[in-house]
């Protein structure tokens, strides 16, 4: 495990961009595939997408599009963009490590403690 | 709407044993690992169990997963209070659009 921190902006307003920033300490950045995943209030998670240190990418298809999520390996450092956000994209969101192969991702064993994220209109 | 379906809540007195369940399909964990992860109040999710039956360090062996077919159940013996929790079962699916897939999750009362 590694310590896994979230930060950005815990406002936005509705329509425009949700950018947040997950800094990875203490090991490096390379051959796991790095999530983000969001918890509405109440309710369960859900798993936004994942970067593998390659800058390979997958995205949860319910997002339409929306999310973009890139690395910084000289930075230790992984984002989320979710563009064009509403209130139902009010949430926790969590940064994450994955553990998987061949793309497919198998369990996460690193979370962040979460940053929560208002959308207001 | 999550695709892995977990009972909304089970509860048991202290010392006794819960059981979870995570309903899937041929796509999900028919097919790949599961994975389940704790939530205490307030917290981020914490891993639990990993392809299937797996505990990570520090894991009390009081947890347990199995998998048979599209369904996957978390075991719970000796209850604590401290066990009160959401608990998730996770997974990938290899439908047209993959992707990771969390189920419903669990609540746990220590009654």
């Known amino acids: 495990q590694v310590p896994l921190q979230e930060s950005g902006p815990g406002l936005v307003k509705a329509s425009e961009t949700l950018s947040l920033t997950c800094t990875v300490s203490?090991?490096?950045?390379?051959?796991?595939?790095w999530s983000w995943i969001r918890q509405p209030p109440g309710k369960g998670l859900e798993w936004i997408g994942y970067i593998y240190y390659s800058g390979s990418t997958k995205y949860n298809p319910s997002l339409k599009s929306r999310a973009t999520i890139s690395i910084d390996t000289s930075k230790n450092q992984f984002s989320l963009k979710l563009s064009s956000v509403t209130a139902a994209d009010t949430a926790v969101y969590y940064c994450?490590?994955?553990?998987?192969?061949?793309?497919?991702?198998?369990?996460?064993?690193?979370w962040g403690q979460g940053t929560p994220v208002t959308v207001s209109s | 709407q999550s695709v892995l379906t977990q009972p909304p809540s089970v509860s048991a007195a202290p010392g006794q044993k819960v059981t979870i369940s995570c309903s899937g399909s041929?796509?999900?964990?028919?097919?790949?690992?599961v994975s389940w992860y704790q939530q205490l109040p307030g917290t981020a999710p914490k891993l639990l169990i990993y392809d299937n039956n797996k505990r990570p360090s520090g894991i009390p062996d009081r947890f347990s997963g199995s998998k048979s077919g599209s369904s996957a159940t978390l075991g719970i013996t000796g209850l604590q209070t401290g066990d009160e929790a959401d608990y998730y079962c996770g997974t990938w699916d290899s439908s047209l659009s993959a992707h990771f897939v969390f189920g419903t999750g669990t609540k746990v009362a220590v009654l």
């Open positions: 994450a490590r994955g553990i998987g192969s061949y793309y497919v991702l198998y369990y996460f064993d690193s």
């Open positions: 203490g090991g490096s950045i390379s051959t796991f595939y």
């Open positions: 041929s796509s999900n964990i028919g097919n790949n690992y």
